[in-house]
């Protein structure tokens, strides 16, 4: 929710600035000038991009003003899941979880965490790998190697939107330009009327310049800026699960294993030792 405050901060220094320097706020009211500027720049969106790819930016664009939704209570529900199935493995053998992993959404186990449940992606990730352990044919180096690989790819998956909005914000100013352009060419076919009447055509266009810039840098660009956060967040979660399932591949204990996880979090989302501890033996006390 920081982004609609950063705006109105924003704006309301621009324009007080101006105002207080002695400057009439209705002149900067130029619609025409703002229909040249963001016309051109959700025209660039649409022509440079995919179908695909722009299903994909509206659909993660919300989350930049909702937030990532990663918290310290999402992490720590993460770990204990992680160490509940990992005590399961180790008392009941693997192929106690054949159930869980084939069907999550009607698991006990999973759904006694339910902001993991509904974690679609996140999900599928931890449900795959448990069926590629419980099938045996992979050792941990290829375990490793096939997470980096999809890490990598859903890395780049996640940056694409992000790349899309920053790439819009970057051309914001020349659009800013190419409206004004446009008034001052306007101005010049006007060049017979009074003095008074042209400044008032060459301060409308002056006006393209500074919406182009003021749009990028104040608008758009910080929403940009927040979805890469945003996407950074998000991808702790799937490091976590990569590194309790390798730990627990390379004969640690469950309590161990999900220590290793709690380690690669960010240090003000990371839960303390003692409150990992705590859950994880409330979960075996149940």
Not at 57 to 77: E, I, M, N, Q, W
């Amino acid at each position: 929710m920081t982004i609609p405050l950063g705006w109105l901060i924003g704006m309301l220094c621009a324009l007080g600035g101006y105002a207080l320097h002695g400057g009439h706020l209705g002149v900067l009211w130029q619609p025409t000038e703002v229909l040249t500027i963001v016309g051109a720049a959700v025209g660039y969106m649409v022509a440079s991009n995919s179908l695909r790819i722009l299903k994909q930016t509206f659909a993660v664009l919300p989350s930049a003003f909702k937030g990532s939704g990663a918290s310290k209570r999402l992490y720590l529900d993460l770990l204990c899941l992680m160490f509940e199935l990992l005590t399961k493995i180790r008392r009941d053998g693997f192929m106690s979880l054949e159930g869980d992993i084939e069907e999550p959404e009607n698991s006990a186990l999973f759904q006694k965490y339910p902001d993991i449940a509904k974690d679609h992606h996140l999900l599928e990730f931890l449900t795959d790998y448990l069926r590629m352990m419980l099938g045996g044919s992979l050792n941990v180096v290829q375990i490793e190697s096939l997470m980096e690989q999809e890490l990598e790819v859903h890395h780049q998956s996640a940056h694409v939107p992000v790349g899309v909005i920053q790439k819009v914000a970057d051309a914001l100013p020349a659009f800013g330009i190419v409206a004004a352009v446009m008034g001052v060419v306007h101005t010049m076919g006007s060049i017979g009327l009074p003095p008074a009447e042209l400044g008032k055509l060459i301060g409308a266009a002056l006006v393209g310049t500074f919406l182009g810039i003021l749009l990028a840098y104040s608008f758009v660009g910080p929403v940009a800026t927040v979805m890469e956060q945003n996407a950074e967040s998000e991808a702790k979660a799937f490091l976590c699960v990569k590194a309790v399932l390798l730990a627990h591949l390379n004969g640690f204990t469950a309590q161990a294993a999900v220590e290793f996880g709690r380690k690669i979090l960010y240090a003000d989302l990371r839960p303390t030792f003692k409150e990992l501890d705590e859950e994880t033996k409330a979960v075996k006390g149940k």
